[in-house]
């Protein structure tokens, strides 16, 4: 199976800097010039079946995807990003303010973090690789397009390259950024990680 792992574009709370998590947030009107880029640039001629978070920003990217290459696209809650419990909506000095050891660990020690009212990292990780796994035992050989979000896409890619979740900041993900996995019976190759070419773009000013 070959699997491209995708961050949705970019929403108006992105740009605000504020922590969106679970909250159903949708595409801004850059956010969704990245996505057409994204489907026009797509770095596969074909594929056969698109996997979306049901939250508005990730599908709004997916169904972009789709409308080029006319494949089933399956929405599913297993995808959604980090539960950032009481800091959706807030922005990082918001949060800080607030609950300043929380966020010491957010980057110094985020295998540690407890998101008041939220989920960890490593529960946002085996949430994640449970939803691989059953995406690859279906979907053996094929083109799969998986669209979610910046924290889920890192725990993916940590527990792939067995990368200690202490280290998830290591990984940038920026929207719409493109990550190619290859999976041969047991054994995984990571083709790409971070993939923006097709944003590259002047007139975007992005």
Same mark, same amino acid.
């Given at each position: %199976?070959?699997?491209?792992?995708?961050? $949705?574009?970019?929403?108006?709370?992105? =740009? +605000?800097?504020?922590?969106?998590?679970?909250?159903?947030?949708?595409?801004?009107?850059?956010?969704? =010039?990245?996505?057409? +880029?994204?489907?026009?640039?797509?770095?596969?001629?074909?594929?056969?079946?698109?996997y979306t978070?049901?939250?508005?920003?990730? +599908? %709004?990217?997916?169904?972009?995807?789709?409308?080029?290459? $006319?494949?089933?696209?399956?929405?599913?809650?297993?995808l959604r990003?980090?539960?950032?419990?009481?800091?959706?909506?807030?922005?990082?000095?918001?949060?800080?303010?607030?609950?300043?050891?929380? #966020?010491?660990? +957010?980057?110094?020690?985020?295998?540690?973090?407890?998101?008041?009212?939220?989920?960890?990292?490593?529960?946002?990780?085996?949430?994640? %690789?449970?939803?691989?796994?059953?995406?690859?035992?279906?979907?053996?050989?094929?083109?799969?397009?998986?669209?979610?979000?910046?924290?889920?896409?890192?725990?993916?890619?940590?527990?792939?390259?067995?990368?200690?979740? $202490?280290?998830?900041?290591?990984? =940038?993900?920026?929207?719409?950024?493109?990550?190619? #996995?290859?999976?041969?019976?047991?054994? #995984?190759?990571?083709?790409?990680?971070?993939?923006?070419? $097709?944003?590259?773009?002047?007139?975007?000013?992005?």
């Amino acid at each position: %199976m070959k699997l491209f792992l995708i961050r $949705h574009g970019q929403t108006e709370w992105n =740009r +605000l800097g504020k922590y969106q998590g679970q909250a159903d947030i949708a595409l801004s009107e850059d956010g969704l =010039r990245q996505a057409e +880029l994204l489907a026009k640039a797509f770095p596969s001629e074909t594929l056969d079946i698109i996997y979306t978070s049901d939250l508005k920003r990730a +599908l %709004m990217t997916a169904e972009c995807l789709e409308r080029r290459y $006319h494949c089933p696209i399956y929405p599913d809650a297993g995808l959604r990003e980090l539960n950032f419990g009481d800091w959706e909506g807030l922005t990082y000095e918001e949060i800080a303010t607030r609950w300043p050891q929380e #966020v010491e660990n +957010l980057f110094g020690a985020p295998e540690k973090l407890q998101i008041p009212n939220g989920e960890t990292f490593a529960a946002l990780q085996a949430r994640a %690789m449970k939803k691989l796994q059953a995406i690859r035992t279906k979907n053996k050989g094929k083109k799969v397009a998986v669209v979610a979000h910046g924290a889920i896409a890192k725990t993916i890619l940590t527990a792939l390259l067995h990368i200690p979740l $202490h280290y998830i900041w290591v990984l =940038r993900q920026d929207n719409t950024a493109v990550n190619i #996995v290859r999976f041969d019976g047991d054994y #995984v190759s990571v083709e790409l990680i971070n993939g923006t070419a $097709h944003l590259d773009k002047p007139s975007l000013g992005l």
